[in-house]
């Protein structure tokens, strides 16, 4: 079992930064991935950004080169830094942890607001 907490989120002005934080708990044994999704209001789900176990990172292409995921293994937690923030990446951010052990977990935050506003 596996505990996400996300927080950091907010509202920004277009071209501001925010950095939302994912704390994870419990059993972090066999997780293959963890990675950001977000859901703006009416559309569907979609992955941001996530990092594997060997350290390989993906960006969706509109987010390329103004965010960047990282994670502090020491402290079990995953960031998001989002800089150069537009309109379009207002929605609702999610935490997610994939972990394989014999059959494929998925596990989720509770998710953080995002709007982006002038």
């Known amino acids: 079992q596996v505990q996400l907490v996300e927080s950091g989120g907010g509202l920004v002005q277009p071209g501001g930064s925010l950095r939302l934080s994912c704390s994870a708990s419990g059993s972090m044994f066999s997780i293959y991935a963890m990675g950001w999704y977000r859901q703006p209001p009416g559309k569907q789900r979609e992955l941001v950004a996530n990092?594997?176990?060997?350290?390989?990172?993906n960006y969706e292409d509109s987010v390329k080169g103004r965010f960047t995921i990282s994670r502090d293994s020491a402290k079990n937690t995953v960031y998001l830094q989002m800089n150069s923030l537009k309109p379009e990446d207002t929605a609702v951010y999610y935490c997610n942890a994939v972990q394989i052990a014999g059959k494929t977990y998925d596990y989720w935050g509770q998710g953080t607001q995002v709007t982006v506003s002038s």
């Open positions: 990092v594997i176990h060997g350290g390989i990172t």
